[in-house]
């Protein structure tokens, strides 16, 4: 029998379980609930940005016993301020034929997200890509976002 933690840290960021409603990113006491939906999915990670940066701020891969309910993927993480950027990584089929276009090497927007960061320059492209060890990765430079009140 699998042991699961309640909670755990990445870097200085605390990971709780989580609620898998409401979908998005939804600000909670000190830090930030994250939710999303996805009926293919086999494993899903958070990859967290600062305002303006392309390189990733930390990737919290989610359990599967922990962070998922059903469907839905979730996870709390605090101490988290709400202007984080951030988008959602999933594994699991990627057949063409049956409509399964799930690639790991893209960091994807959270179709749930109350607003986007960045935005394109009409006649670029809105992603790059980064060759590494782990591979090549993929990053839009729009990423979700909490609309930040002036």
């Given at each position: 029998?699998?042991?699961?933690?309640?909670?755990?840290?990445?870097?200085?960021?605390?990971?709780?379980?989580?609620?898998?409603?409401?979908?998005?990113?939804?600000?909670?006491?000190?830090?930030?609930?994250?939710?999303?939906?996805?009926?293919h999915a086999t494993a899903a990670s958070l990859v967290l940005f600062q305002p303006g940066s392309n390189k990733p701020l930390a990737e919290i891969h989610l359990d599967e016993h922990c962070n998922r309910t059903g469907?839905?993927?979730?996870?709390?993480?605090?101490?988290?301020?709400?202007?984080?950027?951030?988008?959602?990584?999933?594994?699991?089929?990627?057949?063409?034929?049956?409509?399964?276009?799930?690639?790991?090497?893209?960091?994807?927007?959270?179709?749930?997200?109350?607003?986007?960061?960045?935005?394109?320059?009409?006649?670029?492209?809105?992603?790059?890509?980064?060759?590494?060890?782990?591979?090549?990765?993929?990053?839009?430079?729009?990423?979700?976002?909490?609309?930040?009140?002036?």
């Amino acid at each position: 029998m699998a042991v699961h933690k309640d909670a755990w840290t990445v870097g200085h960021f605390k990971i709780e379980r989580g609620k898998p409603l409401p979908f998005g990113a939804t600000p909670i006491r000190n830090g930030i609930n994250f939710s999303l939906f996805s009926k293919h999915a086999t494993a899903a990670s958070l990859v967290l940005f600062q305002p303006g940066s392309n390189k990733p701020l930390a990737e919290i891969h989610l359990d599967e016993h922990c962070n998922r309910t059903g469907q839905m993927w979730h996870l709390f993480v605090h101490p988290l301020d709400p202007d984080i950027h951030y988008g959602w990584r999933l594994n699991g089929p990627h057949d063409h034929r049956k409509g399964h276009w799930i690639d790991p090497d893209i960091i994807l927007i959270d179709p749930y997200a109350k607003g986007l960061s960045g935005g394109a320059v009409w006649g670029q492209p809105d992603i790059y890509h980064e060759k590494g060890e782990e591979g090549e990765r993929i990053y839009h430079h729009r990423l979700g976002c909490l609309p930040v009140e002036d």
